[in-house]
């Protein structure tokens, strides 16, 4: 059978608030299958038959700016953080492309999500795809 997975992103880009993290909802499919993403609401949820493992990977292409840290995070139900990655370098010159991957076990009806932050000072603007993006996929 056909194992749950996709590739998502957005169209256009997003825009972070300053010191305030945001989940974002991705509205373009590079591919799909099992009916995980909903382009309306956001969060994956794991369908009927759907419980078990998944890899789940959410990065992040944030605007050039010389100011504060660029953080990417995995969160479930809405709580719980099950990865995170943070990068304090940042450039007025170039974009932090931050990539956070982790191993979750989703139970029927479980969520998952991408979150982004940055303290740059002012509004930043995520780069589209390929570096904001959402990748997840069922493990066998």
């Given at each position: 059978p056909v194992q749950p997975a996709f590739e998502t992103n957005g169209a256009t880009s997003f825009i972070v608030p300053?010191?305030?993290w945001a989940a974002l909802i991705f509205n373009t499919f590079?591919?799909?299958?099992?009916?995980?993403?909903?382009?309306?609401?956001?969060?994956?949820t794991a369908p009927s038959g759907g419980a078990g493992k998944y890899d789940v990977i959410?990065?992040?292409g944030f605007a050039a700016d010389a100011d504060?840290?660029?953080?990417?995070?995995?969160?479930?139900?809405?709580?719980t953080v099950v990865a995170y990655t943070r990068d304090p370098t940042s450039s007025a010159s170039y974009g932090t492309h931050v990539q956070t991957s982790d191993i979750v076990n989703l139970e029927?009806?479980?969520t998952v999500r991408c979150e982004y932050?940055?303290?740059s000072g002012a509004a930043m603007a995520l780069d589209t795809y390929p570096y904001t993006k959402m990748v997840m996929s069922k493990r066998l």
């Amino acid at each position: 059978p056909v194992q749950p997975a996709f590739e998502t992103n957005g169209a256009t880009s997003f825009i972070v608030p300053n010191s305030s993290w945001a989940a974002l909802i991705f509205n373009t499919f590079q591919y799909h299958s099992g009916n995980l993403y909903n382009t309306t609401t956001g969060p994956t949820t794991a369908p009927s038959g759907g419980a078990g493992k998944y890899d789940v990977i959410c990065s992040g292409g944030f605007a050039a700016d010389a100011d504060g840290a660029r953080i990417v995070r995995i969160v479930k139900n809405n709580t719980t953080v099950v990865a995170y990655t943070r990068d304090p370098t940042s450039s007025a010159s170039y974009g932090t492309h931050v990539q956070t991957s982790d191993i979750v076990n989703l139970e029927v009806g479980d969520t998952v999500r991408c979150e982004y932050f940055h303290d740059s000072g002012a509004a930043m603007a995520l780069d589209t795809y390929p570096y904001t993006k959402m990748v997840m996929s069922k493990r066998l």
